[in-house]
């Protein structure tokens, strides 16, 4: 959905709100990351390697998700993730995803898969959920029509951020 700014929030600009809204800001002005990071690099051999099975990397209208698979007659949708310790990011990224769905006219459940840890969490969107994600949405769209992005504060996850020279270079 474009707002009245003509701006479309994506799962990209969720995930990377709920880290660091400067980098959200970098992401909606066309700004890259060094795309040579290791945790990019490794990002991208979980995306090809793991859940085979499954169909992967599926754009629906403006969505990309890591994998989709159908389970008893129902859909359901999974965000891969390299560890628990983003679980809260991948958490929202997916509820966007299945808000967004759902927007379409669309049920899916979703899974949040960490393949290193074996492990995996169900996420069903519900009332508490459309809610924090309108929310979100509102929050990003007003971040990203602002002229300047928000002045960089060290976050713990700086250290990984394929952005880190854009703030403290």
Known sequence: MVDRNGIKVTGTLINSYVVCPRQTWLIAHQMIGNQEDSNLEFGRFLQEKVYEREKKELTVG????????????ELIIGEVKKSSASREIAFMQL?????ELKEMGIDATGELLFPEE???EIVVLNEEGIIK????????????????????????WCKNCSFREYCWA
């Open 133 to 156: 994600i309108e929310q979100l949405k509102q929050e990003i769209s007003i971040l990203i029509t602002q002229d300047l992005p928000p002045v960089p504060r060290k976050l713990k």
């Open 118 to 120: 074996r492990r995996k």
């Open 62 to 73: 403006h969505l990309k998700l890591d994998v989709m698979k159908s389970k008893d007659g």
């Open 95 to 99: 509820l966007f995803y299945l808000y």
